[in-house]
């Protein structure tokens, strides 16, 4: 399963909005998020393998898999 969030997302009201320009908390919302989305699609089908991408203005960014299991050790 592929999880994809993107910069200036008009569902989560955009980077100029509700990030006020701010880049790096705009990508520290979305990490979180798709750390929560992680843990909901694993917790559900643990056997899925699952894959977290970071769409903005530079490129396309992997959240490697270590960012989620750091997370489950650290709250597990």
């Known amino acids: 399963m592929i999880l994809l969030l993107h910069s200036d997302c008009g ?3 955009s ?3 509700v990030f006020k320009d701010d ?3 705009e990508i520290d ?3 979180s998020e ?3 989305a992680y843990a909901t699609v694993k917790g559900a089908f643990p056997k899925v393998s699952v894959e ?3 769409v903005d203005f530079a490129g396309v960014w992997q ?3 270590s960012f989620f299991t750091d ?3 650290a709250s597990g």
């Open 11 to 13: 569902a989560y009201g």
């Open 63 to 65: 959240l490697e898999s």
């Open 71 to 73: 997370a489950q050790s």
């Open 52 to 54: 977290c991408y970071f």
């Open 15 to 17: 980077l100029h909005q």
């Open 29 to 31: 919302h979305h990490r």
């Open 23 to 25: 880049q790096a908390a």
């Open 34 to 36: 798709l750390r929560l």
